[in-house]
C-alpha cells in the first residue's frame, strides 16, 4: 500500500499540476490505491501530494461514497465563513479549528473525464476547502487554532 507523507515535507508546500489526461491508466491506478488507503485510515478525504504526486486530484469519502475530483475549482463561495475541527492524515495526531467558507460551489472532472458541478455545505464544504488547500502547499495547520494533540 501507498505511504501518506507527513508534514514538514518539501513536497507537501508545492503547488500541483492539473491532470492533463483523466483517461491515463497511471491516473486511474492513483485513485483506486488514494480511495484504499483513504478507506484504510479511515479519512474523509485524500490529495495526491499527500502520497507524493503533485497533481490536482483529490478523493473524498462523502456519506459512503468516493468523490473523485480532478482539477477543481471553487467558482462559488458563501461570504460567511465557520469555524470547525479539522485533522489531517499528513499531520497524524494532529486537530484544531479552522475557519472556511460555510458553503461553495466547485467544478471539477471526474474519474470519467466528465466535467461536474457540486454546491455543498457544512462537513463537505470543509473538506473540498481542506483538501484543495493541499493542491496549493498549504496545510491546516497554517491556519488554525487552538491546535491541540490528542494522545493515542
Ligand atoms: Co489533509
Known sequence: ML???TNPNQILRQKSQPVANVANAEIKKLISEMTEIMMTKDGVGLAAPQIGQNIRL???NHKDEVLVIINPKIVKKSFFKEWGEEG???VPGKYGEVKRHKSITTKYI???GKTQ???AKG???RVIQ???DHLDGIL?????????QLEK
Do not use: Q, T, W
Open 3 to 5: 505511504k501518506i507523507i
Open 58 to 60: 483529490i478523493v473524498i
Open 88 to 90: 489531517c492524515l499528513s
Open 110 to 112: 471526474d474519474d470519467k
Open 117 to 119: 458541478e457540486v454546491s
Open 123 to 125: 462537513l463537505l464544504a
Open 130 to 132: 481542506h483538501e484543495i
Open 140 to 148: 491546516f495547520v497554517d491556519k488554525v487554532r487552538g491546535l491541540h
